[in-house]
Each structure stands twice: as C-alpha cells, then as structure tokens.
C-alpha cells in the first residue's frame, strides 16, 4: 500500500491505517528503536508507541515523507525511553559515543525552557546539514538521527571507519561554527 493511501485512512480514522503502516514499516522501525534501546522487548513496546503517537498525531498532521515522520517518532520515543530508564549508564554501545560527540550540540531538556526555541534549533539544524555536500550529511544523519555505528556507515560508504570519522569530526567542527554564527553558541 502506498504511504498516501494509508495516510488517508488515518485522516478517515480507519484502524486499518495502524496495520497498515505497521506491515510497512513495523520493521524499519524496530530496526531504529533497536539500535537506540538494545532490547527487543523494549523496542516492540516503542513500535507499540509510536503507532498510537501516528494515530494521535493524523490528523491534523499531515506527513509529507512518511516514513521520516515514522523514524523521528520512533527515534524520539526510543530516546525517551532510554533516558527515563537511565540506561545511558549501561553498557558501552553506540548511542553513549554519539551523545558523547555531540554533547556540547545538545540539551538535556533543562536548559531549553521554552519549545520555541528548541524548534527553532532543530529548524537551523535541519537547514545545516541540507546546505551539506550530499554524502557529508547522509553519512551525519545515519551517524546521529539513526544512531548507526561508525563501521556500518563506513562499508555502506566504501570508505574506512577512519574516513568516516574524519568526516564527522569535520562536520562536527562546521556544525559548531554554524551554530556560534546564529547565536546558539
């Protein structure tokens, strides 16, 4: 089914529409949710999640790339979770060395207050890593939106882990100098 069929049978609020999405994308997304919670039971809880948070959300929404929509309430959900169970403490996977990357980027919800500001970041984000060569951001969005390890990126890419790396240590640095230009730094 195509993503604007079932996105229309959200809008007739036909249940139909969360079977749908989950035999499309019910994979994809625990995929995501995996990589970020490293449990499985967890993770279908999320998928779980983010079905009804579709539901809730279309109407009024309406997703233009639905299965962006889809990875983003996933990726939040997961990251939710993960941070109400405290377990950036356990283990040493992947997500700890991305929020260790990009911990002088981001938040941990105390400091920005107010939404607006916080959507008006996400929004320079966005325009940054689009203004980016386009490898350069695909291989910054699978690095910190899908939380995907470096070695994977790299054999997708042809490329060593060291010249992903190197890559992402660049962005990293443009990332900040775009930043302290719009005043966020």
């Known amino acids: 089914m195509e993503d604007t069929d079932i996105i229309k049978l959200y809008f007739d609020r036909n249940q139909n529409a969360i079977e749908e999405t989950r035999k499309k994308y019910g994979g994809y997304c625990l995929s995501l949710a995996d990589r970020i919670l490293e ?9 779980n999640d983010i079905l009804l948070a579709a539901w809730n959300s279309i109407p009024p929404n309406r997703p233009k790339v639905f299965r962006m929509f889809l990875a983003k309430l996933t990726r939040n959900r997961a990251l939710n979770r993960l941070k109400a169970e405290n377990a950036l403490k356990r283990g040493n996977g992947e997500k700890e060395m991305v929020y260790e990357e990009l911990s002088e980027f981001i938040s941990d919800g105390s400091r920005i207050e107010d939404e607006l500001v916080a959507k008006e ?10 203004a980016l060569p386009e490898r350069e951001g695909d291989i910054f969005i699978r690095r910190y939106f899908f939380v995907e390890p470096v070695k994977d990126i790299a ?4 490329m060593t882990p060291g010249n992903v790396s190197v890559t992402l240590n660049r962005t990293r640095k443009k990332l900040k100098e775009y930043l302290e230009n719009n005043g966020y730094l």
């Open 39 to 47: 449990n499985y039971q967890d993770s279908e809880e999320c998928v």
């Open 121 to 130: 970041l996400e929004q320079t984000i966005n325009r940054f890593v689009a």
């Open 155 to 158: 054999e997708g890419y042809g």
